[in-house]
């Protein structure tokens, strides 16, 4: 799947948000704000977003929690489905796969997700992790249910 790939589109007739709506999005969830996501980048099909590795942050092994890293690639497809709906909306994860590939010991981390397929009722995802290095250390496909007008 290559990164310029077309989205498919149930709906051609929509607003997207702008980079402050958006950021005002992510930062209006509790959640976000304790691990310290910030909005990077807009891109044509998704978003990227971001987290600096902290103490708190890691694991028994001392690299960052799988958690976290599982957290940035549902995030990045929330705000990127919230983004492309044009409004915020009632929405869940109902299906996420994650692969680890590396662990990210330090530094910044980043999800960036790819909107495949976003359809009236389903939306569906690919999303890259990086590590600070630009290393891929996961990849996820992550599946969203719009529930209704939030």
Do not use: W
Not at 89 to 99: G, L
């Amino acid at each position: 799947m290559g990164g310029n790939s077309p989205i498919l589109y149930d709906n051609a007739f929509l607003t997207q948000l702008t980079f402050k709506q958006a950021n005002d999005f992510l930062n209006g969830i509790p959640f976000n704000t304790l691990l310290g996501v910030r909005l990077l980048r807009f891109h044509a099909d998704g978003v990227t977003i971001g987290c600096t590795v902290r103490e708190e942050l890691r694991n028994g092994a001392g690299v960052l929690h799988g958690g976290v890293a599982a957290t940035l690639a549902d995030v990045s497809v929330g705000v990127a489905v919230t983004r492309h709906l044009g409004r915020p909306r009632a929405a869940t994860t109902v299906e996420m796969k994650i692969n680890y590939l590396r662990p990210v010991k330090d530094g910044k981390v980043t999800a960036r997700s790819h909107l495949v397929r976003v359809g009236k009722n389903l939306c569906t995802a690919r999303v890259d992790v990086f590590n600070g290095s630009k290393e891929p250390a996961a990849v996820a496909l992550v599946t969203y249910m719009i529930l209704g007008e939030k």
